[in-house]
């Protein structure tokens, strides 16, 4: 049963003429790179608000609720790009840069208090 | 992907709606059961069927309680050896592991008390992790008896962390997934509209007396609209209660600043934020608490005790916060007083929130709802069973749209998806009313009476799902699954049949429990499940008819394919 619905699933996709591995490439671009790209933001900017100032709870209680949608427009930008490989590497590479970006500012903080 | 947005928006909303629709359906399902949590673990302990009471004396009947706890058992092997150096000698039995913290929570829908006790892991391998293993009980607050764990919870101890995390708690993988499937759940309302945006007329079209492609769709687009709202908030509000779990900045990246932050906020608060190592007692925390409600009362807002807790137990650096209880607005718990624990001395107000607390507390507690609202509280049942209304027709709609083609090619997605839709309509009904079923048939002194009423629930839940299975081949041949009907009659009985037995196992049948001595958690219940059976009743009927005026060529198509 499970065959048939892959098989299913696999007749519309063969369809539209677009590949397998084109489809779980922007699958896993929405889901984890959606993922790691809000996490990098988040961290950068919850970094960014400690070195300018703001608490931590504060920074991180008010950057949840932008994460979440972030996170929801990365996902559904990840579909509608035209580009799959621009998609890729502002999510997954700007994600890594962001966290880069923020264990910066972190060790900056640090170092300064 | 496609050459059109919308196609690709199409491709979303479909495939993940499909995937993650089932998951989803179990999340709405029973958060709406969970608005009634408190009110369905009434009906499951009728020993505890008597009206919600405040916080009792703490010195007179919860520290002696506290003082006989030890720490979960479950908890303690699947804990201990994890947190426990083991270069460090042998673990720490359970029984013997030194009580560091005390807590006891209570609402205005709470007659029984919940409260616990943490343990510290004397050896730890992270001395800056967080090494508590921990021990609850719960009490009548009018005597002081304790209420024995084989007695399952079945409201907030097993349909509500359902609503979060699924009972899947190997690894958090529940919770995390339930997070992930509630943003394909906005992601899925921000598609649909983008898919509808064209076509306005749509969205408040409801053609009832259309074949069943056009009035499932009509439906899901309807509800999906009339809740929008509904579901947007509850959906976004739902992550964040979880957010900084979900994206763990400060765990990992941002560890060493938090930390930084954790004693910067400590030495401002003057709460420590580690124990001295130094013995101290614990001084009367009833004074404390009759202290902490003079200040409120001085505010002009005087309340009862929500939550209670101490801090570094029998240590000099130890303390005790009196939370006041949020029954009259949106946050749960607010206005703490923080006493010194050996002398009572009071070491800090909580200062009045940001703007930002207010507006997280605000969002975060409209989705929790420990407030006093019965309205509202409805309307968010009602909500909730909107979104699963919306989900499931969503399904029938995908079968409907594709079985004629899939009777004549053969494919069995189709009857896959319906059989997987009676699974998480009817039969997560039938396995809901199962276990309220069980809980009044099984013997009150059986020892773990509550692991056997979870093991019927899913137990039933899986006997629906093979059924519909076994079933689904009329999908083949474009046709209703038989599933749908006799499922629906099985709830209409077991429905019944739990009312009944509620009558006769407490002798609270619904004239005493509405008028006689009004009881209003009970009734509820047991009316929830006759409209249950009432609603059951018609859809059976319906489906009934529908299996009758079945097009006879259909079979024919159906016959050929197969």
Redesign the interface.
């Known amino acids: 049963?499970v065959k048939?619905?892959i098989?299913?699933?696999w007749?519309l996709i063969m369809k539209?003429n677009?590949s397998a591995l084109?489809?779980v490439s922007?699958i896993t671009a929405a889901?984890v790179g959606g993922y790691i790209f809000?996490?990098g933001l988040?961290?950068f900017f919850?970094?960014l608000a400690?070195v300018i100032g703001a608490?931590?709870?504060?920074a991180?209680?008010?950057f949840?609720?932008l994460?979440?949608l972030v996170?929801?427009a990365a996902?559904?930008w990840a579909?509608?790009s035209k580009n799959l490989t621009k998609v890729w590497l502002i999510l997954f590479g700007g994600g890594g840069i962001m966290?880069v970006a923020?264990?910066g500012l972190?060790s900056l903080?640090?170092a300064g208090? | 992907m496609f050459a059109k947005f919308r196609e690709n928006m199409g491709w979303v909303h479909t495939w993940f709606g499909l995937v993650f629709g089932f998951i989803l359906m179990a999340v709405f399902f029973f958060g709406a059961l969970s608005v009634f949590d408190r009110e369905i673990d009434r009906w499951a302990i009728p020993e505890t069927r008597y009206d919600p009471q405040p916080m009792p004396s703490f010195d007179k009947m919860l520290l002696p309680i506290l003082q006989t706890l030890h720490a979960d058992e479950a908890e303690y092997n699947s804990q201990m050896p994890l947190l426990h150096d083991s270069s460090k000698g042998p673990m720490t039995p359970r029984t013997e592991l030194p009580a560091v913290e005390y807590w006891a929570y209570t609402t205005h829908r709470d007659p029984v008390l919940i409260m616990g006790v943490g343990f510290e892991v004397p050896h730890p391998k992270d001395p800056d992790g967080h090494n508590h293993i921990h021990g609850s009980t719960t009490i009548d607050p009018r005597n002081g008896n304790q209420f024995s764990d084989s007695q399952l919870k079945i409201g907030s101890d097993f349909f509500y962390p359902m609503h979060y995390d699924l009972h899947l708690d190997w690894q958090g993988i529940g919770w995390r997934l339930v997070g992930f499937v509630t943003l394909v759940m906005l992601a899925a309302l921000v598609t649909g509209v983008l898919i509808h945006l064209n076509f306005f007329k749509d969205m408040f079209t409801f053609r009832a007396k259309k074949n069943l492609q056009r009035s499932s769709l009509d439906l899901h687009i309807v509800s999906g609209v009339v809740a929008l709202p509904f579901l947007f908030f509850f959906s976004f509000t739902g992550i964040l209660i979880w957010a900084q779990y979900h994206i763990p900045v400060y765990e990992y990246t941002l560890k060493p600043m938090n930390h930084a932050f954790e004693e910067l906020k400590s030495t401002q608060t003057g709460l420590p934020l580690h124990p001295a190592g130094e013995y101290a007692p614990l001084a009367s925390v009833d004074d404390m608490v009759i202290k902490a409600k003079q200040i409120w009362a001085d505010r002009g807002m005087p309340g009862e005790v929500g939550s209670l807790s101490v801090a570094h137990l029998n240590d000099v650096n130890g303390y005790v916060s009196v939370y006041r209880a949020g029954s009259d607005r949106v946050a749960l718990i607010g206005e703490g007083v923080h006493f010194k624990a050996s002398t009572g001395e009071i070491m800090r107000e909580d200062p009045p929130k940001t703007l930002l607390e207010n507006s997280n507390e605000f969002l975060t507690g409209l989705h929790l709802q420990h407030f006093e609202h019965w309205f509202l509280r409805w309307l968010y049942v009602i909500g909730g069973l909107l979104g699963a209304i919306c989900i499931a027709t969503g399904f029938i709609f995908f079968v409907e749209k594709r079985k004629q083609k899939h009777a004549k090619s053969g494919v069995q997605a189709s009857r896959i998806v319906d059989a997987m839709a009676v699974t998480t309509v009817t039969g997560m009904l039938i396995a809901t009313v199962a276990i309220l079923v069980a809980n009044r048939l099984l013997p009150v002194e059986m020892a773990n009476k509550g692991e056997w009423e979870k093991n019927v629930f899913w137990i039933t839940w899986i006997l629906t799902m093979l059924h519909a299975f076994w079933r689904s081949e009329a999908v083949l041949q474009a046709k209703i699954n038989p599933a749908w009907c006799e499922q629906s009659w099985a709830l209409v009985f077991l429905s019944i049949t739990a009312v009944f037995l509620n009558w006769f196992t407490t002798g609270d049948h619904l004239i005493k429990t509405m008028f006689l001595e009004p009881y209003w958690a009970v009734a509820g219940v047991d009316l929830s499940l006759l409209f249950t059976a009432l609603m059951a009743f018609f859809a059976a009927k319906l489906l009934t008819r529908a299996a009758q005026k079945q097009h006879p060529d259909m079979i024919r198509i159906g016959a050929h394919a197969s």
């Open positions: 049963m048939s619905f098989v299913c699933f007749f539209k677009i084109h489809i922007r889901s809000t996490y988040s961290a919850i970094a400690v608490a931590f709870d504060q991180q209680m008010g949840m609720m994460a979440i996170y929801l996902f559904l579909f509608s966290v923020a264990l972190q903080n640090l208090s």
